[in-house]
Each structure stands twice: as structure tokens, then as C-alpha cells.
């Protein structure tokens, strides 16, 4: 039991489904850290200027080098029929793969368009493939808006690499982990797992022909809390996956860890002896910022799934209140033990309907709002303190040496309206 | 289809959000997919605008198109009119919503809402930005400006007249339409109506009554403005005043329609270019090699700022905006440059690359690309960066703005004198090849160009090698002498990229195998007449 806990654990969260407007991007904005996490993969985008557009957009405007991501612009002579669609997706693949000759991997990722005029892009994956082979790898998924939100990008990628994934052993003593998390938050996962004793591979590879293998034996944990596909993929393959919390914050870690542990049989006070000087360095970290952040008031709007999680660590690391916990999608199970963490009372509202979210954000006035970019201009200049959320994702905060990092991304607005004189 | 890493232009309902943006009282339905929802950030974050744009998605997921899309659009309608209680809206679909075809305008229509609905058709694979912003606003003023009015008399009467085209998320607009009122205020004009931006609906109503428009940027405003000049008999100035002699010419054309005296707003030094253009210390940039590219109407104006009010030498041309290729062909012509009209930054970037230029005048792409080659670079036309809308007070248009093109054209440049300096002191260690302008920190690659190494390539002129050349062209490029390459590396490095490039050329024209000392020295010799 964790000696900072503001309340006891408690059962009684109200989640409420919610339907409306959304304010969320969809899921090919994941393309933006996917790109950066394997590093010989490129994503080709098969949709309108709207995508190209989002991609830029989201991207914080633009990139420096020439990113391994473009788009294919459906225009009108494709949709006319004027010109084969399958044809000129050939000769855009052909045209790229010239220019970038070092891809092995290209993701043909589906959108809103391409969906609703039911390009077949597997088919167009398996054509290419077979030109393409051994030196390309296409493969393809879904970034639709209409299917995914923003993290759900990454889940559809993974789960498009599993099948594919080679055959792991009957007895597998590896652990798989799955979810992309910054390259220097793998590194200091794999270093815990081998003081552990346990050999730890992750999903995704940094590179397409490192790929983990998975089979019946293979036991997995998710690092990431939105990737229902890929589990359901990583099932059917024979894989178990490990009840955990997410590491998020020094708890979260310790909870993570341990569920790998656990089921590895490592010895408890090994454990304890691995996971000690982690644990001290990040309760250390994290002293100033609960000063900060305690008994403060936060609410979420839905952005990324990682919503529940953060408002764990929030509340229990942070003793911050909990106002509102928004989140597009709330996957029950695989947040069993996040949900179970919440405070009493948390009211957690699964999906979204904009205007009737700020009127209640408007209402409670809260310390604290995270939200979307769209959405934290406009509110504080309301006078509400708000946290983009996006920065979440394209931060490192997984692990004991981030859980600082986590928590001074909460604190800095506060402290930003704390500064200003003007 | 087309391949496409980076684009100029956001799809056309991008455009009717800059307009619906920039109004008040009106709203927007856009059935749109949730992604779309992005486009709220281009206007909460890169402009820092303090409120949401006017709105409301459907947001519809997959499961929706099984079921009644076209029901959800009508709540939707239903609900925001309900909550936003607008003068006026408009709905149309983005590109998703556009091929499940499900009619926006008729079914707004069937609500039989109390305000005017004005329903957009704005084709996503066809058209982009640019042409949505102006349909968008050619359709609100078509639905909205009314019948004709009788105008009093002219006699003796204070002559109005109407500022078009100014957006959201436009290029300089805030500050532009500043100068712009101040022009007017000056000549004893009234401003009847500015549109879009801060313009209700019940505003639009009004636009007949001024005597004449101004339209401030084409690409916007030139549908609107013609409709105008048709329904009500308004004529309109089209001089974009960007530019010493533009917003003269731009005086002028106003003070005649208004039956205006310009002199007292031409009188004296209105800007201080021309004078700053003509001290000695600007003598370095005479002839400096310039390209330039961005919209239409940006490209154009500051193509003849640069080439006729600081000096410079215009060696490329270019606009994404192919509605307007004519106009920005022309201009090229008159420059001898052939225009480079394209929507895909890797053909401006090797345009660019082929015009070993010493300065670019372009976009946040265009910066890139500058950045790459290690070219200095000055934006002047969207698509904007939260860096395009400063702080302060920063037009293009008018007497100011011409102040502030010649410090924006100039500073990346190196002064007149710190140039003539690292010329006599090229050896000194402070003054080495890969020395940047003191007045700037930043390098492209520092830590390549250590003290005392020669870089292949100077920071004014990036190595010839990787322009992609096709067909005939494209044959071995000749090698050096050592002995020439010796002198090469003698003439100063800030003309050594042109020196190079032109020797090359000259061999390559004539087919020769080896630049010797002798090719060089032919070479400089041809081309410096």
C-alpha cells in the first residue's frame, strides 16, 4: 500500500457514456511518433488534402527532414474512375520507394476517404508486397476518423504488424511489451527486466526486421492503455496478456513491473532490491510538484485513453481532486486495475459530447484543465489553466526516471499563472 | 493521385473556416468526420485566437453510416442554431462527407430555421483553401448584401467605401487592415464595411451603400467584389498596396474613385525605403540573387519590392495559387525568369536549387528548404507558422509595411559593410568561410564549418551538385583543375558559389572535360556582362 494515498481505493466510479460532438484527432495522427519509433518504416497515407493537412498540422507545423510519412491525394480523376485507383497507388509506391530506397516497411494507412469509398487497401498491400519483396514489407491498417481516435492509430499499426509477426516458442521465458514508448524509456525498462532476471522484448521494434516473435507461450504487458487490437491480435496468436496498471508515475511503474515479476516468479525481495533505487530517485523527483499539485482541481477532457491512468497517478501521486475524468474510449478491462485506483466518486464520462464537456469544464471552473489543442487557447483566455495534452504523447513520462517529468508537465501551467504579473 | 509530404493549402472548408472565423455572428456546420476537428488548432494555436471557431462538427463515426447520417446532420443544425442563436449559417461537408453525399444545403433547408442557411459546395478533391475562403465569401455576399440601394449624391458627400478580403489565419491581415484604415481616414474616406473579418451578417446587408470596395487580397475577395460591381454597381480597386510604388499606385486609384485629393497622403517621405534603398550601405544588394515564392498575391508584390524598390535580382518566381498562374507568369516574363507554378515544395526545391538564389522570399516551406541548402530566408506569405503572427504591430501593405518589407528583405542578408569586411579579413579566424552574419546566432550545420576549414560550399551559395536535372541537361558535370580549384578558393566566398556555378555552366555548355584556369577566367568573363 502506497503510504501517500489521499483516499482508499474505492469502487463506486460513476462512468457515464457520453455521445455527441468530438474534439479529438484521429488516429493517423499517430503516424507522427510511429514514424519516429521505427525507424525503417515509412506511412503512406491513402486519403485527401485534409489528411496531408492534419498530419502537418498536428506535427507542430512541419519537421525539419524530409519525414518518413506522406500522403497519396485521392482527387477527382480516381474518384471519377478516370484513372484505376489500384494503378495509381503502383505508381506512387514506385515513386516513393525510388526516392527512399533504405524503407523496408511501408504501412499503406487507410482514412475517412478511403474508407467510404472501400479502397481495399489489403489487397493493394499484398499486391505491392509481392513486387516489392524481400526488400519492402507493405503492410496496411486504419487512421480513419471515422474508426479511430488519435491513439487508436498506434493500435491499428500494431495490430497490423502482429500476424506477421515470426513464431515464438511453445515455452517462452521472454516478456513481451507492447506499445511504443520513447526509445530511452525502453532502454530503461529493459535494463529493469534483465536486473529482474526477465528478458524483455518490445512491440514495436526499432527497426521492421527486429520484430518480436509471439506464440501460445508468449506473456505480454501492455505499456500503453489503448491498444485493444493489437491484444485481441496477440490473443488469437496464443498470447496472455498481464493484469497491470500502466507505468505511469512511481506506483504505476512499481505496479507494472511487479505484474511482470509476478508472473515470472521473481523472488519479491529481488524485486524489491531491482526496483528500490528507481522507486527512491522518483518519489524524490515528485516531492516538489505534490506540493504544487495537491488539492488541486483537474479536469479532463478526452484526447488520448491515457486520461484514466494520469488521473490515477493525479490522484494518488499528486493528491490533486479529480473533476472530471473525460475519455474517448474506455477500454473496462484492460483498465481494471487504473479504475479499481480512482478515488471514490470520480466521475468518468467514456466518449464525448463537446459543448455539453465545457459546460460542465465551464461550470466546476476547475484548477486545472487538460484538453486538446483546440480547446486550451480559448479557455484560458476564460481564465482556466489548462494542459495540452498532446505533449503527453510526444513526451517521455513512462518509467521512474520520467515520473518527475510527468508530474512538472501538470505543474508548469500552474506555475506559468503563478508568475505572471500582466 | 498525388504523392504529398507537405502542402501549401488545407482542403477548401478550411477557407470557409477562415471566413466564418473572422466574422462574427454566423456559423458554421460542417459535416466532417471527427479528424477534422484538427482544423480548430490552426486557429487556437498558430494564430492564438482567444475563441473557438464558430464550428460545430457532426462528427459521424462508421457505425453512423450504416444507420442515418443525414438525421445526425439535421440534429446537429438543429442543436447549434439552438445554442449559438447566429445571425446567418452556413453548412456544407468536408471530403469525407462530401461522398456519402447527403445534400447539407437541402437538408438545413427542411429545418426551415428563422435565420438565413446558406449552403456551400465546396468540391475536396478538386479545389483547395484558398478558392473555399473566396467561394465561401462570394456566397454570403451574393446571399446576404441585399437589393440594390439608392445612393445620395455624390456632391459634397463623404465618399465610403468597403475593405474586402482580410481572413483568419491570413498573412499580416490584422496589421494590414490597420494601415489600410489609416490610408483611408487620411484621404477623408469611411470605411462602410470591412469583410470578412469582424463583419456580421447583418453587416454584409450593408456592403451596397459604400460608393466603391477595395479588394485587399485577390485570391479572397476578387469573386465577391465582381458580384458587387454587377448587383450594385460598385467599382473596385484591385492594387495590392504591398510595396513603396504599389501603395501609391494604390493612392491614387482610391483618390480618383473617391473624387480625393492624394497629395497630401503622397507628400514628403511616407516610407523610408526608398531612402534606406538608396544610402550607400545598401550598395551590397544590388543585384543580389533573389527567388521568391508563395500565394499569388504576396509572390507578385514582393517580386517588384525586390526587384524595383531594394534591388535585388530576381532569379525564380513562383505561386501555388494556379488560379493565378497568368498573372504571376507574366510578371516572370517581364523579369526574364520562367514562373514556377506548382503545389508540390519538392519542384520548388529543386527550382530553387537550379537558381543558386542568395536570398529566398517564400513560405514556412520555402524557410525548410532555405535552411536545408543553407540559404538565407524571409518569410512573406502563408502558410503561416505561429512565429507569421508577432507580437507587434508587423504589416506589409502601405507606407509602413514598406518599412517593414525592407527590414524583413534585408536582415538575413549580411550588412553592407560587415560584407566588405569578411571580404579583407576572409583569413582572419573570426572571419572564416562558415562565419554567419554576426547579427545572426544560427548556422544550418555548426560544427562542420570548425575554424580554419573551408567548407565545399559558402552559407550564400549552396554547392551545385544535387539539382536534379532531366533529360539532355543532365550530363557530367566537368571537373576542376587543381590549379583552378586553387583559384577558386581565393575569391571571396560570398561570390565563389556563383563563380563556381558559372564556370561549370560555361564547361558544361561547351562540353568541356576540365575547368582550368583558363575556363574560369573565360567564364567570368562571359558572364559578366
Not at chain 1, 394 to 407: M, N, S, V, W
Not at chain 2, 147 to 163: H, I, K, Q, W, Y
Request: aromatic fraction near 8%; proline fraction near 7%; hydrophobic fraction near 45%.
Amino acid at each position: 500500500m502506497n503510504a501517500h494515498a489521499p483516499q482508499p481505493a474505492a469502487c463506486d466510479v460513476e462512468i457515464r457514456p457520453e455521445r455527441g460532438q468530438r474534439a479529438v484527432f484521429c488516429g493517423l495522427t499517430s503516424i507522427v511518433w510511429l514514424h519516429r519509433k521505427i525507424q525503417d518504416a515509412f506511412f503512406l497515407v491513402v486519403g485527401s488534402r485534409t489528411c496531408a493537412h492534419l498530419i502537418q498540422s498536428a506535427a507542430g507545423v512541419m519537421i525539419f527532414a524530409e519525414p518518413r510519412f506522406a500522403t497519396a491525394i485521392i482527387d477527382e480523376r480516381d474518384l471519377a474512375g478516370l484513372a484505376d485507383m489500384n494503378e495509381e497507388l503502383d505508381r506512387v509506391v514506385t515513386r516513393l520507394i525510388e526516392r527512399r530506397p533504405e524503407i523496408r516497411l511501408l504501412f499503406l494507412v487507410g482514412s475517412c476517404p478511403s474508407e467510404v469509398i472501400k479502397l481495399d487497401l489489403s489487397r493493394a498491400a499484398l499486391r505491392l508486397s509481392q513486387r516489392l519483396a524481400p526488400e519492402v514489407r507493405v503492410l496496411n491498417y486504419s487512421g480513419s476518423g471515422i474508426e479511430t481516435t488519435f491513439t487508436q492509430g498506434e493500435d491499428a499499426c500494431l495490430a497490423a504488424l502482429v500476424p506477421g509477426l515470426p513464431e515464438g516458442m511453445e515455452v517462452d521465458d521472454d516478456l513481451l511489451v507492447v506499445g511504443a514508448l520513447a526509445d530511452i524509456v525502453e532502454d530503461q525498462f529493459a535494463r529493469l527486466f534483465a536486473e529482474l532476471g526477465i528478458r524483455a522484448r518490445f512491440l514495436p521494434a526499432r527497426r521492421a526486421e527486429r520484430m518480436p516473435s509471439v506464440g501460445r507461450g508468449t506473456r505480454y504487458l501492455l505499456a500503453q492503455p489503448f491498444l485493444t487490437d493489437t491484444a485481441r491480435a496477440l490473443e488469437e496468436r496464443g498470447a496472455r496478456r498481464l493484469a497491470a496498471p500502466f507505468p505511469l508515475g512511481a506506483e504505476g511503474t512499481t505496479g507494472w513491473l511487479r505484474a511482470a515479476a509476478e508472473a515470472f516468479g521473481i523472488d519479491p525481495a529481488r524485486f524489491d532490491t531491482v526496483t528500490a533505487p528507481g522507486l527512491r530517485r522518483a518519489w524524490q523527483a515528485l516531492a516538489p510538484y505534490r506540493e504544487k499539485l495537491a488539492g488541486k482541481r483537474v479536469f479532463f477532457f478526452p484526447d488520448s485513453q491515457l486520461e484514466v491512468p494520469l488521473a490515477r497517478f493525479l490522484a494518488r501521486e499528486m493528491a490533486a481532486e479529480l473533476v472530471e475524468v473525460g475519455t474517448p474510449y474506455l477500454h473496462r478491462a484492460h483498465l481494471a486495475a487504473e479504475i479499481e485506483q480512482l478515488p471514490g466518486g470520480t466521475r468518468v464520462v467514456d466518449g464525448q459530447s463537446l459543448d455539453d464537456g465545457l459546460d460542465r469544464c465551464r461550470a466546476a471552473r476547475p484548477d486545472l484543465t487538460v484538453c486538446g489543442l483546440g480547446l486550451a487557447n480559448p479557455l484560458e483566455a476564460e481564465g482556466l489553466t489548462t494542459k495540452w495534452s498532446i505533449e503527453l504523447l510526444f513526451t517521455p513520462i513512462q518509467g521512474y526516471e520520467q515520473a518527475g517529468d510527468l508530474a512538472e508537465l501538470f505543474a508548469r501551467p500552474l506555475d506559468r499563472r503563478a508568475r505572471l504579473e500582466v | 493521385m498525388q504523392l504529398t509530404v507537405w502542402t501549401y493549402e488545407g482542403p477548401p472548408h478550411i477557407g470557409a473556416m477562415r471566413v466564418a472565423t473572422a466574422m462574427e455572428g454566423l456559423h458554421y456546420v460542417l459535416h466532417a468526420p471527427q479528424g477534422d476537428t484538427y482544423a480548430d488548432l490552426l486557429f487556437t494555436m498558430i494564430e492564438r485566437r482567444a475563441k473557438r471557431p464558430p464550428v460545430t462538427y457532426t462528427t459521424f463515426q462508421a457505425r453512423d453510416l450504416g444507420g442515418d447520417t443525414a438525421a445526425l446532420f439535421k440534429d446537429v443544425v438543429a442543436a447549434a442554431y439552438e445554442r449559438f442563436r447566429p445571425q446567418a449559417m452556413i453548412v456544407g461537408a468536408s471530403c469525407t462527407a462530401e461522398l456519402i453525399q447527403d445534400d447539407p444545403g437541402g437538408l438545413a433547408k427542411a429545418l426551415g430555421l428563422p435565420i438565413p442557411v446558406i449552403p456551400l459546395e465546396l468540391p475536396a478533391y478538386q479545389k483547395k483553401e484558398n478558392w473555399g475562403a473566396s467561394e465561401t465569401f462570394y456566397r454570403l455576399v451574393r446571399a446576404l448584401s441585399g437589393t440594390p440601394v439608392e445612393r445620395a449624391p455624390v456632391d459634397g458627400r463623404r465618399r465610403s467605401c468597403n475593405l474586402l478580403g482580410p481572413t483568419a489565419l491570413g498573412f499580416r491581415h490584422r496589421d494590414d487592415l490597420i494601415e489600410i484604415r489609416a490610408i483611408l481616414d487620411r484621404l477623408g474616406i469611411a470605411v462602410n464595411v470591412v469583410a470578412p473579418s469582424g463583419a456580421t451578417p447583418a453587416d454584409l446587408g450593408q456592403l451596397g451603400e459604400a460608393d466603391f470596395n477595395i479588394v485587399l487580397y485577390p485570391e479572397i475577395a476578387r469573386a465577391a467584389a465582381q458580384f458587387l460591381e454587377k448587383a450594385h454597381g460598385q467599382p473596385f480597386v484591385e492594387t495590392v498596396p504591398i510595396g513603396v510604388g504599389a501603395t501609391t499606385r494604390f493612392v491614387e486609384a482610391v483618390a480618383t474613385l473617391a473624387g480625393v485629393d492624394p497629395a497630401p497622403v503622397l507628400a514628403g517621405a511616407p516610407s523610408r525605403l526608398p531612402w534606406y534603398s538608396r544610402s550607400v550601405d545598401s550598395t551590397y544588394l544590388t543585384g543580389k540573387r533573389v527567388f521568391v515564392f508563395g500565394d499569388a498575391t504576396h509572390a507578385l508584390a514582393i517580386a517588384r519590392v525586390a526587384a524595383h524598390e531594394i534591388g535585388f535580382r530576381l532569379v525564380g518566381l513562383g505561386t501555388y495559387t494556379r488560379e493565378f498562374a497568368r498573372e504571376v507568369r507574366a510578371e516572370a516574363a517581364l523579369h526574364g525568369i520562367e514562373a514556377t507554378i506548382t503545389d508540390d515544395y519538392l519542384d520548388v526545391e529543386a527550382a530553387i536549387q537550379a537558381a543558386a538564389p542568395e536570398l529566398v522570399l517564400g513560405t514556412q516551406m520555402e524557410r525548410h528548404v532555405a535552411k536545408r541548402l543553407g540559404i538565407p530566408c524571409a518569410v512573406i506569405s502563408a502558410p503561416v507558422h505561429v512565429q507569421d503572427f508577432p507580437a507587434r504591430h508587423s504589416p506589409q501593405m502601405g507606407f509602413e509595411g514598406a518599412n517593414v518589407l525592407f527590414d524583413t528583405l534585408v536582415h538575413p542578408l549580411m550588412m553592407g559593410l560587415e560584407e566588405h569586411l569578411l571580404g579583407m579579413f576572409r583569413d582572419d579566424p573570426e572571419f572564416h568561410d562558415g562565419a554567419a552574419p554576426s547579427h545572426l546566432g544560427h548556422r544550418p550545420s555548426d560544427g562542420t564549418h570548425a575554424v580554419g576549414r573551408a567548407p565545399a560550399a559558402s552559407p550564400l551559395a549552396p554547392a551545385p551538385a544535387p539539382i536534379r536535372i532531366e533529360g539532355e541537361a543532365a550530363i557530367q558535370t566537368a571537373s576542376w583543375a587543381p590549379d583552378a580549384e586553387k583559384e577558386l578558393k581565393k575569391i571571396p566566398f560570398f561570390v565563389r558559389g556563383k563563380a563556381r556555378a558559372n564556370a561549370e555552366r560555361y564547361a558544361r555548355e561547351r562540353r568541356l572535360p576540365l575547368i582550368t584556369l583558363e575556363t574560369l577566367y573565360d567564364a567570368k568573363a562571359h558572364f559578366s556582362r
